[in-house]
């Protein structure tokens, strides 16, 4: 390249180009452009001409020209440029190294100068630049030139015009290489970036312009040619939105780069402890979370908008290549991103795009197949080992891509039976290549199958893949062979699709495989999901021991949480509802329970008994529900006896504690809920066995210990109204328990033994009435001191325990403290010399006077059991007042605060349109006794009335309220200075004759008159059903009508 021999071709080029003359510098470049494009021509020859320019260092000359704001010579220059980076010296010897900050300034200008084609010219040697340049030879080696690279690049994506926007991204997708990247990387910078491609793919219009929008989504691509759009032209947003899907494809394959390279978050520099290093590691995980969200809210609604029209198969290799590497995310929530994808019908999806482009993109076959893949072992059981989960990876690898079409295509490689099956033993040699190849086909569609069906993405009918399933377990020669994986898979989709709605005989190949999984540990086969619980209770009826086995699974997983696969879409419902539901409807699922109770691990048990108790003590949603129920409790009551038998009978072990703790649960569930006329004589063997451990264990369980008390004291509340006396005789000969009750019930630490003491009170309570009832010989009596006693009553922070108080007092003051059951003691300090008014009676007045005023406390609370507890306690000391000293009686019936109680009661209750009964009972108590013009007026008498008036009793009373009425209804009438309006005397009658219609009376809701009440895990007796006055009528419940109509009759005579 000499010039008359003297001046080189190179240096006649550089002084053009170091003029200042906008003209000589375009002449110079395009000449220099000229050269290398004569000498790319010649493809024969080496590039002699090119590398002695470079040789001369007119590439750093060129740069030089890019200081310009020349448009014409920006775009000559950077055209020329892009010709030499088809020379390798260009890259080896590091001009771009040289220039890459000039080239970057230069697009700048370009961008600022509104060039569109110097910018574009610009953005094109940039991607050329960064695609083609050495690994080992760094292009950035500080934050500032990449910084204002990204600045560059995130401006261009603004562009008004799609082909500047699409280099720029190109360029972006090249530089995404990290190899390139200086270390550590700087995450939110390249964020920033990806953000404004992001930005970009929220303003490509909808659909994308130049295809005509169907509307469809990816299921309908089934019915599409193969051939459909390939030969097309594509629009410029398709070509945008496929370079954009590939810049972002870059950033997850660098993302997952990083995760293994300690350099690209820890500086060198960095201690590696300090904050900066947490910093740049938080970045990371930032670029991570951030690329899910990108593909998750971006990519794949954008590409299932336009999934009919697309015609570029490199969108979905992209956006599968990116899901495919998601997969390989060791982040917490690419469990979540997993199922959510197989969720949304990406398996179908998968296949469906799989088999629209079958042999155009090789790439896009491999993706896909990588994303299937990572898809399904992403999903898989966790409890599965890790050689299991890379049996089902090598499983997937090795055959998809050897399964070709549609999803329903998929399904003859099932029915297809191996060579060596269909041959003679002559021709079996070299056929077992050919047989493994087959298993694994089929192992694979099994797989997809599977995950597809247990995510609700039915990729086939289920009677085609019942019918698929079924041939392949018929022909497969040793199920005993079946890999775990496949097993487990086959298992599910023979619950989900097989022996629906049919009562015929299970098929022999079904049963051949149910067999052999009982062989296996089920716990490895086992999916969490109902299909599989409801198929073995239903019309399938596969065999009782594999149904409890299955039984067992599904309570343990309930238990322990773990259920991985598929449980979100259909635990909305609830687990408990779905055993609950198959308890009601198939008795034999009752029978597996009560055997695991009784025999079954901690874990089975509690949850076996979680379960009944869900069924036992939940509301009824339906009256067939409400039958169920009681079915499933007469068929409890009949079973308890062998459970009973099973669990202390015995004689290879002692009970375990959760065993006796789940079967007294269920009896009291039983007492609550059914109770029975006479005492059942599997109680009296229970009970023996319930004292036993109770009083003769120095270490008893305190949850044994509770459940226990709360036994017996159902076992009480159930016999009071017979003439049952073994119950409580047992308990008052038995000093150990009476014994124990003392020390629970006078315990001085409540918050460690609170619902103990709670229950003890209460089982107390109980005694003492029975004794009184019976007069049976008690062997200890036991004693409470006064203040404790009265502490009871007072404190108002535990609400529960001073329910139970107010039992105790009540019977105390029933029995008139002639109890020999419990004494009422006073210590010696506390004793004061007895005054007038104290004559006859077992405690002082001025105690009792207070017991009065807590009393009305208890009632203003407004919390009904502690309430009605309340009037039932008050009801009973009048009683005893009225027995020992009338005087103190009438005197606390007097008192001006039981006029403002009643109106306090009828006032906060009239409002709501619901009186409790326990106002009712009040109002009664103080027509009877207390000074009835001052205590109870006429506005309070005309109150009730009006609602009594008001109310449809079938709707809106139960039989004890209407009782409760009644009552004060007769004390109205009968009290002679009681005096009426006429308006009460009709509202009264028009009650009273609601309740002599045998229809509506018929209707209420019946309640036995002793009934337990459950209160934070404690067993009480309703305080509704404490015995009455005995002056008071309480008939039979039969019997009201007719007390009704003998009120009604005198009321018409009070009338006139």
Known sequence: MQYQGKTSLSSVIKKMLMSRDDTLQVTSVQCTAQILLHQKAQLSHHCQYAEELLNSDVAEFLYETLATVNGLLLSSTFCCLLLLTEIDSFFSKCHTVYGIESIVRAVQQSAKLNNTEALNQGLKLLSEIFKKQPGDIHLMNNDSTLTQLTLTLTDCMTHTETPTVTHATQALADLLRRDQLPSPLPFQTLITTLQALLDVFHRLPKPLVG????????????????????????????????????????AFRLA?????????????????????????DAGLSCLIQFLLQAVEGTCIPLVMMNIETISIPHIFTSLFSMLCVAMEFDVGDINKFAVKLVSS?????????????????????????????????????????????????????????????????????????????????????????????????????????????????????????????VSFLTNHSNLKRLPTSTAKHLLLLLAMCHGKGWDQPMHSGVLSFLKVLQERDITRVYTHHPSILNWCFGPASPPSQFAQGIIEQWLLCSRSGNKAEATEAWQQGGEGDILSNLLRSNPTCLDMLLDIMSSGGNGLVQEALAVLESVFNGAASSASDEESTQSLLVALRKRLPDVVQRIFMSEEEAPLDVHILALLRLRCTLLERCPRTELDPTDIKLMYHVINLISKSTNSNPNILQVSLNYLTCLLIQTSTQEETRVVSILLSNTSILQLLESLVSSDSPSQLHTQQCSSLSLVTQIITGQAKFNIRVSHTMTLELRFAMDLMRQNKDRLRKVCGLQLWTALFNAKFESPVLRITCKSALRTLREDEDIGLDIQARDLKSVYVWLQNSIVQGNPLLCQAAVSCMRSLIAYLLGRSQTLAHHLLAQPWNHRLINYCLESNLDSNHVPTYVIQLITMFLQHGKREKMVSIQHLQGMTDYLKSLDISQCMNQQAVLDALLMVQQVIVQPDVKVTLNIVQ????????????????????????????????????????????????????QIPFLAKDLLEKLTRYKE
């Open 211 to 250: 295809h005509s929008h169907r509307g469809h989504h990816g299921c309908s691509l089934r019915g599409h040619s193969r051939q459909e759009g390939l030969g097309r032209s594509h629009s410029k947003q398709e070509m945008l939105l496929n370079t954009g899907l590939g810049a972002l494809h870059k």
């Open 256 to 280: 997952a780069a990083c995760l293994n390279d300690p350099t690209t978050t820890e500086s060198q520099f960095t201690a590696p402890n300090s904050q900066d290093t947490k910093a740049t």
């Open 345 to 469: 019908f990406f398996i179908q999806l998968a296949i469906t795009i799989r088999n629209k482009f079958p042999t155009q993109d090789r790439l896009l076959q491999d993706a896909i197949n990588c994303f299937l893949v990572g898809l399904c072992t992403s999903i898989q059981d966790p409890r599965f080992a890790l050689e299991e989960k890379q049996e089902l990876r090598d499983t997937l690898q090795k055959a998809l891509p050897h399964i070709h079409g549609s999803a329903d295509e998929m399904l003859p490689l099932l029915h297809e039976v191996p060579p060596s099956a269909s041959s003679s033993s002559s021709s079996l040699l070299g056929q077992d290549d050919v047989d493994s190849a087959l298993h694994i086909k089929q192992q694979a569609c099994l797989a997809l199958l599977y995950y597809a069906f247990l995510y609700h993405d039915k990729l086939a009918p289920e009677s085609a893949v019942s019918e698929a399933v």
């Open 987 to 1038: 509202g009264l009658g028009a009650f009273l004759q609601q309740v002599t219609n045998p229809a509506k009376y018929q209707s209420l809701e019946r309640q036995d008159d002793l009934k337990c009440v459950r209160l934070n895990g404690v067993v009480l007796q309703h305080p509704r059903s404490y015995t009455m006055d005995s002056k008071m009528i309480s008939p039979p419940a039969h």
